[in-house]
Each structure stands twice: as structure tokens, then as C-alpha cells.
């Protein structure tokens, strides 16, 4: 397997650790110096995370969904280098009944086997309505 075949294994195994919701299985995948940006302006969502700061993060949401995970699906991937350009969608219902459906832009970079650094743009304004709009 080439070096781009690899990275793509390596998210693909990354997004299906995320969808399960187990923080220390998505830990696994994740560099120590990894740089987690969100795009957008939204309080407690958006901006740029460090490694404990995204496990905690991803930790406290995990409880805000049904099956206790946000699952995301990747629909296409692109590869080149340490870099993997991934479109997904994602799915989860909430504890109060909002559905959760967004689409995504991410870029991996990949350091030593472990993702480094990661860049997601995804639809802002439907996280705010189903996260911060109150109910």
C-alpha cells in the first residue's frame, strides 16, 4: 500500500472510531500535537482545539445524542502526501428530538501514522439550529 492509500486508511479507521462514540478508540487515531480547527464563529463548537481539549469536547457531546455517538460517513476522499481532502455526511438524532444531518469538508494531514492536523467546514447555520437555537 502506498503512502496515500495509507493515509486513506488510516481516516477511514478514524471516522469509523468517531462514529462509535468511544473517546479512547478515537484518541488512538489522533498525533500528540494534533491542531483540531472548526470552522464558523459559534461559542463552544467553532475555533481551534488542542488534543485534550478536542477529547473533552468530543467526550462531553457524545451525551446530547441518542446512541451517544455523531455518526459521519465519509463520501468521497482525495489524497495527496500527508494530506487527505474527505466530503462526508453525518447522523444523530438528539436527546430532544432534533434530527442532526450535516455535510462536511475536512482535510487530514497525517504525521508518524497519526493525524495531525484536522480543518472541517461544515453548514454552520444548521449547527446553531439544532444545537444553540433553546428548544
Do not use: C
Amino acid at each position: 500500500m502506498n503512502e496515500i492509500e495509507t493515509n486513506k486508511a488510516i481516516i477511514e479507521a478514524y471516522l469509523a472510531d468517531y462514529s462509535s462514540g468511544d473517546v479512547e478508540r478515537i484518541a488512538t487515531h489522533l498525533h500528540t500535537g494534533v491542531r483540531w480547527w472548526v470552522s464558523g464563529t459559534i461559542e463552544g463548537i467553532s475555533g481551534t482545539y488542542d488534543r485534550v481539549q478536542m477529547l473533552d469536547l468530543l467526550g462531553q457531546v457524545t451525551e446530547v445524542y441518542t446512541e451517544g455517538a455523531l455518526k459521519i460517513a465519509a463520501t468521497s476522499m482525495i489524497g495527496e502526501g500527508s494530506r487527505v481532502a474527505v466530503e462526508a455526511e453525518s447522523d444523530a438524532e438528539l436527546h430532544n428530538g432534533r434530527v442532526y444531518h450535516n455535510q462536511y469538508h475536512f482535510v487530514f494531514e497525517i504525521k508518524d501514522g497519526k493525524i495531525i492536523d484536522i480543518r472541517e467546514y461544515l453548514d454552520t447555520q444548521h449547527v446553531y439550529d439544532t444545537f444553540v437555537v433553546p428548544e
